[in-house]
């Protein structure tokens, strides 16, 4: 049985980083696209960064671009997002997801499995 467990969320200041982990098992991270999103309260559920098989081209929301990297550690089986410059709008609950097709790219409903979230707190 697949399972994705995400940590390292936390409450930080503005311009602060942090770097979040999900560590998968029951599958194997370099053999699935893996992605995070995010939520903040009363709003969808939104993407913020993709890394596929190879690990090649890692696709990026424009509102993290620069500021976010996503990154995988295949001895690990452990995908990583590293949040730096952050802000108060990125306060959310963060979810790392796993998709077994490889086409769900920025569709969250087309992804496969979830983890459970952390949260991450951006103060001003």
């Known amino acids: 049985q697949v399972q994705l467990v995400e940590s390292g969320g936390g409450l930080v200041q503005a311009g602060d980083s942090l770097r979040l982990s999900c560590t998968a098992s029951g599958l194997t991270v370099n053999t699935y696209p893996m992605a995070w999103f995010r939520q903040s309260p009363g709003k969808e559920r939104e993407f913020v960064a993709r890394?596929?098989?190879?690990?090649?081209?890692?696709s990026y929301a424009d509102s993290v671009k620069g500021r976010f990297t996503i990154s995988r550690d295949n001895a690990k089986n452990t995908v990583y997002l590293r949040m730096n410059s952050l802000k108060p709008e990125d306060t959310a609950v963060y979810y790392c997801a796993a998709d077994r097709s490889g086409y769900a790219f920025r569709d969250s409903q087309k992804y496969d499995y979830w983890g459970q979230g952390t949260q991450v707190t951006v103060s001003s």
């Open positions: 890394i596929g098989w190879s690990g090649a081209s890692p």
